[in-house]
């Protein structure tokens, strides 16, 4: 790897990251398709690219995101994959670190539970985005696989970032996965992981000046000679 080549790809990885606020300007579909078309590169166990992907724009998105918030307050919730969303030790601690940041550049102080709560709600109104991405798994896929996916979902947020883009992987956008599979007319063999919110980044969106933290290389990675 040529070293100008070596220093965009590293920019690229470092400029990523989960943003919370959008312009409403949609992408336009050639970039798009671009964008999606990279992401297709992604690796997968034996090439089975066991991903099934929904683009969601303009009508269809509006009236999700109109009527997931209202039917999460309601308690209707639907998930093809657990979720509990409980860590213990270091990381836990790094899950707090990173409430902390988006908390602390978005301006809520630590004993404003109305506003934290506006801010999670956010998420189902996909923080403004005019796009999102909704990746399923095709059943009878599972953990093996869903590795496979979170590699494309990676590839598909640098090439995002690479055309100017922001994302958000947000794993809340499938609590309500009938509610999405019933919009977007999704065969229920189709397993919903999560979705990306995704658009050209709102520079006034105080939110946006959120970085998270990353641990040193040596509490993850061992090498051995």
């Not at 080549?5 to 606020?21: H, K």
């Not at 709102?202 to 990353?214: I, K, L, M, Q, S």
């Amino acid at each position: 790897m040529s070293d100008d080549l070596s220093q965009t790809f590293t920019a690229i990885v470092n400029q990523r990251r989960s943003l919370r606020g959008y312009l409403p300007q949609p992408v336009d579909q050639s970039t798009l398709e671009a964008v999606f078309a990279c992401a297709q590169r992604a690796p997968s166990n034996c090439n089975t690219q066991p991903w099934q992907v929904h683009v969601v724009s303009g009508a269809k998105l509006e009236y999700l995101r109109q009527e997931m918030p209202g039917q999460f307050v309601a308690g209707k919730m639907s998930m093809d994959f657990p979720y509990d969303g409980s860590y213990e030790g270091v990381y836990k601690s790094r899950q707090y670190g990173a409430a902390a940041a988006l908390y602390d550049a978005a301006g809520i102080a630590r004993d404003d539970k109305a506003g934290r709560h506006e801010q999670f709600m956010r998420n189902f109104s996909f923080f403004g985005a005019p796009h999102v991405a909704f990746l399923f798994l095709p059943a009878p896929f599972g953990l093996r696989e869903a590795a496979d996916l979170g590699m494309y979902a990676q590839t598909l947020m640098l090439a995002m970032t690479a055309h100017g883009l922001g994302s958000c992987p947000q794993t809340a956008l499938s609590f309500q996965v009938d509610l999405v599979r019933e919009a977007l007319a999704v065969d229920p063999s189709n397993k919903l992981l999560f979705g990306i919110s995704f658009g050209y980044p709102d520079p006034d969106e105080p939110a946006n000046r959120c970085v998270t933290e990353r641990a040193a290389l040596a509490d993850t990675v061992t090498f051995h000679d």
